[in-house]
């Protein structure tokens, strides 16, 4: 049984891929290089294809930079030191337009083209629920649409199943069932403004998201191990 | 108002960005560079944005050749002279995965960034049935999408619309309404296979659907005017 899975390099997506290897997927890593303006989201990927032993890994490129509108992508600065409490009120700053619509139709061309009818991504509606793409009734929006476009018969007809096995946890549940799994966090990576030798920031939302997780868990973040 | 057409080069985008300027939508054109085996199209959309006045026109690049999986964007043969009754039985080796939502998704993350909730494009179940992305339950599975995946208010949250003019109209019909606007179809390139010089083959599955069109217009290509 195969299975495409959305591989990002941070927390979240190495915990799904671990879920899919746990569920004996043969496993096709699919990351984005889409004008991120740090290359090391994708070494981390690249490392977490290679220690999971998926059967391929595919980084494939899209110019979303082009488009603007998102400090991710755009010139403008990530908010630091940012109160927790304050990220589910708003569309933050760091959504990328229509990312994980974008992402998931170039997971479903990549599917069509191996017959695979299994996509995993890490979408999470409770530490991110700012992002209106990670939504439960989104995802299933998403499988009707992939079932229309391709009902004709190009995968037999099978239904196009999305997985979104965090759906409903917190970081520090996401975390627990990641080291059930034996996941290396310490390949992860999730800052969204790292230095230039790559440490993170510990200050912007993604960074104080995974912090609180670990703290929660009870867990120490194996990238700070060494302190 | 402003409005993003799709613009392939080809003769039914061409017509859909006549009707939204004849809408008098102020139009942000959307080219894709996906690995097509030619850059004719490109080409042929360049000069159709230019001659209808549009406000931007966009060429992104998506690398869907590393995807494999049709004969416009892999090394398969172009099918040719195959008889048109054919081309509505089964989906034709042409199509490429998973493309219109693809193309949509990418789309809409520029609506996103521009604050546009007008989508223009040229799918069309009359002439091109084999596709299963060209159905109308297929452009309002996307719309729903997109509605879902922006809802929290990123554009106040007015619904998205998919304009599809062309999608119960016949070859003939779409060739007919673009004269009535202007459109100068010298301009537009349809052949899936042209030759070193940008000729069309005027044997494959796309040249002959046009040639029929003009007949069945009772017009001449302009094209071929000159033989």
Redesign the interface.
């Known amino acids: 049984m195969k299975a495409i899975v959305l591989l990002s390099g941070g927390l979240d997506s190495a915990t799904v891929l671990a879920i899919a290897k746990a569920a004996d997927y043969a496993v096709y890593a699919l990351s984005f290089n889409y004008g991120q303006r740090h290359q090391i989201e994708l070494d981390a990927a690249a490392k977490l294809a290679a220690a999971s032993g998926v059967v391929e890994h ?1 980084i ?5 930079r ?4 998102s400090a991710l992508t755009a010139e403008l600065s990530v908010p630091k030191d940012r109160p927790l409490a304050s990220l589910t009120s ?2 933050p700053i760091t ?8 992402f ?3 997971a ?3 599917a ?2 191996l017959e695979i009818n299994d996509i995993f991504i890490g979408v999470n509606a409770i530490d991110y629920s ?4 990670c ?1 439960p ?2 995802i299933a ?2 499988e ?3 079932h ?7 995968s037999g007809g099978q239904r196009l199943k999305i997985h979104a096995p965090l759906m409903t946890l917190n970081k520090a549940e996401i975390i627990q069932r990641g080291i059930e799994l034996g996941v290396d966090y310490g390949l992860t990576h999730s800052c969204y403004d790292p230095d230039p030798a790559g440490r993170p920031c510990r200050c912007c939302d993604a960074c104080q998201l995974r912090a609180q997780g670990f703290v929660q868990a009870g867990l120490i973040d194996p990238l700070f191990a060494h302190e």
Chains 1, 2 share one sequence.
């Open positions: 595919l494939t490129d899209i110019d979303l082009r488009f603007g509108g708003a569309i959504y990328v337009p229509a990312r994980n619509t974008v998931l139709s170039l479903l061309a990549w069509e083209v700012g992002y209106p793409d939504r009734e989104y929006a998403f009707r649409l992939a229309l476009a391709t009902a004709a018969g190009v």
